[in-house]
């Protein structure tokens, strides 16, 4: 992945995530995030055969509480990073601008405590 093309710094931050393609019929699966952005995040889950572009459905779990703020997003690449495991970056589509910002906050202020240490 080209650091290069980043327009948003990323803020590393492992959040449970449950996701599915919006055309899936079934449950969500489950994965943790990399990191975020204003633009997307990247989490890591079990191999899935989606395919570039597919619309997909996320809940992520926001830390200290059972709140999970919906998203949804393109699937804008995938690599795996063995035979079981894979990385899967997610451009967002529609997102409450609420809860957009309450992830932001939280991710920015643990990437602020990250630094002080």
Same mark, same amino acid.
């Given at each position: 992945? =080209?650091?290069?093309? +980043? ?16 055309? !899936? ?5 489950? /994965?943790?995030?990399? =990191? ?13 055969? #989606?395919?570039? =572009? ?13 709140? #999970?703020?919906?998203?949804? /997003?393109?699937? !804008? ?15 967002? +589509? ?13 991710? #920015? =202020? ?8």
């Amino acid at each position: 992945m =080209n650091e290069d093309r +980043r327009k948003f710094l990323r803020f590393d931050i492992p959040l449970d995530v449950k996701f599915k393609s919006s055309i !899936a019929a079934g449950s969500h699966s489950k /994965g943790t995030t990399v =990191n975020i952005s204003r633009s997307g995040l990247c989490f890591e889950a079990k191999k899935l055969d #989606y395919k570039l =572009n597919d619309l997909m459905e996320l809940k992520v779990k926001m830390p200290k509480n059972d709140d #999970y703020i919906s998203v949804t /997003g393109d699937l !804008a690449w995938k690599e795996e990073i063995n035979d079981s495991r894979c990385l899967v970056g997610i451009t967002f +589509r529609e997102i409450d601008i609420e809860a957009k910002n309450h992830i932001l906050d939280h991710a #920015y =202020n643990a990437w602020l405590l990250n630094l002080r240490r």
